[in-house]
């Protein structure tokens, strides 16, 4: 079980001390969004390099991109160690996958509330992760959609059927309210941004999802 919490509600004044705040994570989920495949603009190259030399963790970058076989492996080069592009924006999404590995990087496919998974299925083996949006991607603090759980169980059926090790992840409103029910549903990495962030003490609130996401 691992917690990715999200530097989207960090103070992005100080970037390297909202990073140092949760160095007992496993990693710090990076939100690239360009203000067209989602209405919202956030960060993008330059920023994620800089915060790859300075980040005590390894940087989850999800990118909420368009075009991403373009883009997404120049973040793999800029130093994330994890790289997330979304299914309904990449063209071809296996050779995606295979050049981000090519470059050292893990392979996450990310899919929307409304988008389904099965048609993706064969894409597993070129995968490293699978994430199942449980928002609207574009905005942090929003409400958990618990209705994406059954495709939670579907893609963890799935990746139980194909074997190997493939994580399933879940990004919006994950909470200590919300995060039993995602384990439950199979997942295994947790994106959390408000919940950490908007707490006093952010490394206990890490531990504090770790240990509901266990039990
Ligand atoms: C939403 C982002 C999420 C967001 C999560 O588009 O992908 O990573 O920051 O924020 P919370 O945990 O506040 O819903
Ligand atoms: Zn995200």
Redesign the pocket.
């Known amino acids: 079980m691992q917690i990715s919490p999200?530097i989207?509600?960090a103070d992005f004044a100080n970037l390297e001390t909202e990073l140092a705040r949760i160095a007992n994570a496993d990693w710090a989920?990076v939100?690239v969004?360009d203000g067209h495949f989602?209405p919202n603009l956030t960060l993008g190259l330059p920023i994620v390099e800089a915060l790859a030399r300075v980040s005590p963790i390894p940087l989850d970058c999800?990118l909420?991109i368009e075009d991403p076989d373009r883009w997404a492996p120049m973040y793999a080069e800029a130093g994330g160690a994890s790289v997330t592009f979304h299914i309904e924006a990449a063209r071809d999404p296996r050779t995606l996958a295979k050049n981000l590995r090519g470059l050292g990087a893990r392979a996450g496919m990310a899919i929307k509330p409304n988008t389904p998974f099965a048609p993706y299925e064969d894409l597993l083996p070129d995968l490293d992760m699978v994430l199942v949006?449980t928002?609207?991607?574009?905005?942090?603090?929003?409400s958990?959609m618990a209705d994406q759980m059954p495709k939670v169980a579907q893609v963890r059926e799935a990746v139980r059927r194909h074997g190997g090790e493939i994580w399933v992840q879940v990004?919006?409103?994950?909470?200590a309210k919300t995060i039993e029910e995602c384990a439950e549903a199979g997942a295994d990495v947790f994106?959390?941004?408000?919940?950490v962030y908007g707490a006093e003490d952010a490394a206990a609130a890490v531990d504090q999802l770790r240990a509901l996401a266990t039990a």
């Open positions: 999200s989207l509600s989920h939100d969004m989602v999800h909420m949006m928002v609207e991607p574009g905005f942090g603090g929003q958990f990004d919006g409103g994950v909470s994106v959390a941004g408000s919940a």
